[in-house]
């Protein structure tokens, strides 16, 4: 049974899971569907078609299922879909999504993001990434799993992040970031493999002197694109350990639209 506190308004229609608790001065539309044990603090807002699942956290002032930051949105029925085990921070805003991508929002599962972190329409958030305090991915954005964003970032339409990448605090990312790397600055430059954050996921050293080796193919040897991705390909297959990283790290790039920070 779910706990709702006097001053909160949940709109009919909404659907409530088991222990759920909407504390004083939330809005819940009539569109929503939250799982089991998710939480809202207080003063969240939670609106549009948007369905959570179970576990969730989320402090005061977040606005959950907003419209799109979008002059072209015109009341389309679109959708946010929230995973589970998530902590979203004060203020942080979530955004439906739009007709002109799929009309989908997705946020994944134990992520934390925290105070002032603004996901926009369209956007694709992966698992267990961070995004610290006021990031800003802006719409069609995708995030792959266990990436982390440094606080005061912002990110560009249609960049993609990729899983273990790492972005520092107070970047601009205009273009696609390869998984593995970190990165930094305004436009984001490339400064390296993610080591610590590999080491801590439980990547081998073999596979991180792999994927080093791939990076300075990548960076370092003055090749185009194509044949570094060529060169990178031939690696995984004779690498000792690291082929499936290699041949990711390979097909991240070849499938760049926006092109990859450089």
């Known amino acids: 049974m779910a706990t709702i506190h006097p001053t909160a308004i949940v709109e009919d229609g909404a659907q409530l899971g088991e222990n759920v608790t909407i504390g004083p001065f939330c809005y819940v539309g009539p569109h929503v569907t939250i799982g089991d044990g998710t939480v809202l603090r207080q003063r969240v807002t939670v609106e549009g078609r948007t369905t959570i699942g179970r576990d969730n956290v989320f402090y005061a002032g977040a606005s959950i ?7 072209k949105y015109a009341g389309e ?15 942080c805003t979530m955004s439906i999504g739009t007709v002109q991508d799929v009309g989908l929002t997705v946020v994944g599962s134990d992520n934390l993001f925290m105070a002032n972190a603004h996901v926009a329409h369209d956007c694709r958030i992966g ?33 993609r992040i990729g899983a273990h990448a790492m972005v520092g605090g107070v970047s601009a990312v205009l273009r696609d970031v390869p998984p593995f790397v970190i990165c930094a600055q305004n436009p984001a430059e490339p400064h390296g493999l993610n080591i610590v954050g590999l080491r801590r996921s439980g990547y081998s050293e073999k596979t991180l002197r792999a994927l080093h080796k791939a990076y300075r193919t990548l960076y370092r040897e003055g090749l185009l694109v194509k044949d570094a991705i060529r060169t990178i390909r031939e690696m995984s297959e004779t690498a000792e350990e690291g082929q499936e990283q290699l041949r990711q790290f390979a097909d991240f790039i070849e499938k760049s639209e926006r092109g990859i920070i450089r």
């Open 77 to 91: 029925p679109t959708r946010l879909e929230i995973g589970d085990r998530n902590v979203v921070r004060e203020n």
């Open 65 to 71: 299922g907003c419209d799109p930051q979008d002059k």
């Open 127 to 159: 698992n267990h990434i961070i995004a610290a305090n006021n990031v800003a991915f802006a719409g069609h954005v995708t995030v792959e799993d266990y990436a982390i964003v440094g606080g005061q970032t912002g990110v560009h339409q249609f960049v």
